[in-house]
């Protein structure tokens, strides 16, 4: 199997993903995957229990944790994937970091990013990425945020997201433009498919969730993050 899910949110990512550990699991391994990652919101509670899971159903587990990163008063999505024991350390401290620091709302900024980015595979975050974000109004500046993600990891470990999602403002543009970014500069590019549920049939139920975890501002959530779009976990052909 040539796809392997690099971004996945397991019911760790409270109130905003579905799917239990084993559940993701099972259903990579139906699937045919080798290898799999998790990459919930701002934690790595299900860490262990994942590493366990695949290991007993022989799929290779990545762990990764997604983030909001905060520059220039934008905030934006940025994947980061441990590589080694030490990037796994790293995970852990940025965590912890981010969550003493605003444990309502953790943020990862620059600055600590450079201290602890060693031995870390960064994604970057798809449309919901800084890059993609500045891609249609600035590439110059979309160019800039490449390099100081590279400067940190490696230009090896840094690599542009391209998503199925193309249903917020300018979507297409911003993908297809993201893509030529990459072509042009030599940036790796990478598929994902941000699940959240299982199922397309799951769509209405993470819906539900969402609106729990909600705020004055869950709709308005809900509505520019998923309602247009699939989340499901699918599979190769799809």
């Not at 969550?99 to 919901?128: F, R």
């Not at 990478?190 to 959240?196: D, E, F, R």
């Amino acid at each position: 199997m040539s796809f392997v899910h690099l971004r996945n949110h397991s019911h760790y990512s409270l109130l905003k993903a579905l799917p239990k550990i084993d559940e993701l699991v099972k259903k990579a391994k139906e699937q045919g995957s080798t290898s799999l990652a998790l990459t919930d919101y701002s934690n790595m509670y299900g860490a262990i229990e994942f590493y366990k899971t695949c290991l007993k159903h022989e799929i290779k587990p990545i762990i990764g944790v997604e983030f909001n990163l905060e520059h220039d008063n934008r905030r934006s999505s940025l994947v980061l994937l441990a590589r080694t024991l030490l990037g796994y350390k790293n995970l852990m401290r940025l965590i912890s970091i981010v969550s003493v620091a605003n444990p309502e709302d953790p943020v990862l900024s620059d600055e600590l990013l450079k201290e602890y980015g060693q031995d870390i595979t960064l994604l970057s975050g798809g449309p919901w990425g800084d890059v993609s974000m500045l891609v249609n109004s600035s590439p110059v500046d979309a160019l800039a945020r490449v390099k100081f993600y590279q400067s940190v990891v490696g230009k090896d470990h840094f690599y542009l997201e391209v998503t199925p999602h193309t249903f917020m403002d300018y979507g297409k543009e911003m993908r297809a433009k993201t893509i030529t970014l990459g072509k042009e500069n030599n940036i790796p590019l990478v598929a994902t498919l941000n699940s959240h549920y299982l199922s397309s049939n799951d769509k209405a139920a993470h819906k539900v969730i969402v609106l729990i975890n909600g705020g004055e501002e869950a709709d308005d959530y809900y509505k520019n993050k998923f309602q247009g779009g699939d989340f499901h976990f699918a599979q190769q052909e799809e």
